[in-house]
């Protein structure tokens, strides 16, 4: 493996700007998509993939960046790398875009996908049904533990470890998918990028360090959930700092006297 390693992760700056295709574009006429952009795509397919299956034909563009969590000025921005696909007046028509977008985001071709770890996270992967729903197929499911060798996980019969090589030669994986406990993720990393894997989705909780030419996506449920905590935090601090009030039956019916973080000012 090379020793000119990459970390990704929050300390790693601001990834850079991304070439994404364009169906029926000429691709070196292809504007550079921001990643942000990239990632607001695969949410709009999602939501537009939901209205798909309740038969809707077509959607506004204030409806789609609602439904999105976005604004509207944004999703028109972000539609705009394919092109245009919307009609004044009429909206956007969901089977066409979904279709876009698949192809945009390269669904359309099918994904061949690897998962290493055959843990408790590894079983809840493997049997979730999301991921062919969206293109990409469990190929294969890994562990190094003997015990779990052979064992059907989600349809999926787990193969040992030292296998991985042969597997992702035969079948072209496209993705690896690590699952494992922190102390082993980098080992792992380690042998998909020697096997040929150049995107690699992390559930460990530990930053993995790849050559360049890998692409590594990180997702830290503990980390989101202290994101969460300090957004609960502010908004606390901010009642009190606002000067909340609350009702104080000893100043007087209806009275409402100020909080603070040792609860209602007392007045003498």
Do not use: W
């Not at 990409?136 to 052979?150: I, N, P, R, S, T």
């Not at 150049?198 to 559930?203: A, G, K, P």
């Not at 039956?249 to 603070?260: E, I």
Request: glycine residues 10%; negative net charge.
């Amino acid at each position: 493996m090379s020793q000119h390693h990459q970390a990704r992760g929050a300390l790693a700056g601001p990834r850079p700007v991304v070439p994404v295709p364009v169906p029926g574009v000429d691709p070196t006429a292809t504007r550079a998509v921001p990643e942000a952009t990239v990632v607001r795509l695969a949410v709009y397919l999602r939501v537009l993939c939901a209205l798909a299956e309740a038969g809707t034909p077509t959607v506004s563009s204030e409806e789609l960046a609602t439904a999105s969590g976005v604004g509207s000025a944004k999703l028109r921005k972000d539609l705009s790398f394919l092109g245009s696909n919307g009609t004044r007046g009429v909206g956007y028509d969901v089977p066409r875009l979904v279709a876009r977008l698949e192809a945009t985001l390269g669904l359309d071709r099918g994904h061949q996908v690897v998962l290493v770890g055959a843990g408790n996270l590894g079983h809840a992967l493997a049997g979730y049904d999301g991921f062919s729903r969206r293109g990409f197929a469990l190929a294969a499911l890994f562990d190094k533990d003997h015990a779990l060798v052979g064992e059907q996980v989600g349809g999926t019969a787990v193969r040992h470890l030292d296998e991985l090589d042969a597997v992702c030669a035969e079948l072209d994986i496209a993705i690896g998918v690590v699952a494992t406990p922190a102390e082993a993720a980098q080992d792992v990393c380690d042998r998909l990028v020697a096997a040929g894997v150049r995107c690699i989705l992390n559930f460990a909780p530990v930053v993995l360090q790849v050559p360049d030419g890998v692409d590594v996506r990180k997702v830290d449920l503990a980390v989101e959930m202290q994101v969460l905590s300090f957004h609960m935090a502010r908004r606390a601090a901010e009642t009190i700092g606002d000067g909340a009030h609350e009702l104080d039956p000893a100043a007087g019916p209806g009275v409402r006297v100020p909080v603070t973080e040792n609860g209602p000012v007392v007045v003498p």
